[in-house]
T-cell receptor, first 111, second 112 residues
Framework: EDQVTQSPEALRLQEGESSSLNCSYT??????LFWYRQDPGKGPEFLFT???AGEEKEKERLKATLTKKESFLHITAPKPEDSATYLC????????????FGKGTLLTVNP | DSGVTQTPKHLITATGQRVTLRCSPR?????VYWYQQSLDQGLQFLIQ???????AKGNILERFSAQQFPDLHSELNLSSLELGDSALYFC???????????FGQGTRLTVV
């Protein structure tokens, strides 16, 4: 069964203090790894898709990278508006189209 | 706006009742997913449909059922509701099996 583990569970940063979030996964035949941002009471907002080891994607202050066993979401010089829960998810191969999520990392950026 | 529409936004009902949650996917998306998110819990996968056919099933209770109609909208039916069923229910849609899924804003169900 596909498994996703995210660490840390919670992270507090000062504005401008860069850091990384980790997503470790176990999947049979990775079809895609996805990063989402979720604000309280809202639906997850899609950020990135990564398909193969070595791939990188960037958007503003966020950069996602992928290896064969884990993915990192790097946050450079974060701002308070980056505060949210960041979710990682994987889709495995075969006929199973299930999208499996980790429990997320709650990021708080203080001004 | 993700383009995925869920109705209603809020629902308050009594234990033992039955409710139906509705989801309209993004235009062109054939796949629909349903998730449950309780307080302080992660997104729990319930069920997934692709072009009208069930493709994957999670830990969905027997009291819950879903279907995807020919126009691709989907409904999640929850019956014999219990207090523990109170949660946010999300629908997501994607174009294909490997592509990213886009989420609606959810239906907040409160069972009293």
């Amino acid at each position: 069964e596909d498994q996703v583990t995210q660490s840390p569970e919670a992270l507090r940063l000062q504005e401008g203090e860069s850091s990384s979030l980790n997503c470790s996964y176990t999947v049979s035949g990775l079809r895609g790894l996805f990063w989402y941002r979720q604000d309280p009471g809202k639906g997850p907002e899609f950020l990135f898709t990564l398909y193969s080891a070595g791939e990188e994607k960037e958007k503003e202050r966020l950069k996602a990278t992928l290896t064969k066993k884990e993915s990192f979401l790097h946050i450079t010089a974060p701002k308070p508006e980056d505060s949210a829960t960041y979710l990682c998810a994987v889709k495995g191969g075969g006929s199973n189209y299930k999208l499996t999520f980790g429990k997320g990392t709650l990021l708080t950026v203080n001004p | 706006d993700s383009g995925v529409t869920q109705t209603p936004k809020h629902l308050i009902t009594a234990t033992g009742q039955r409710v139906t949650l509705r989801c309209s996917p993004r235009s062109g998306d054939l796949s629909v997913y349903w998730y449950q998110q309780s307080l302080d819990q992660g997104l729990q996968f319930l069920i997934q449909y692709y072009n009208g056919e069930e493709r994957a099933k999670g830990n969905i209770l027997e009291r819950f059922s879903a279907q995807q109609f020919p126009d691709l909208h989907s409904e999640l039916n929850l019956s014999s509701l219990e207090l523990g069923d109170s949660a946010l229910y999300f629908c997501a849609s994607s174009e294909s099996a490997g592509s990213e899924a886009f989420f609606g804003q959810g239906t907040r169900l409160t069972v009293v």
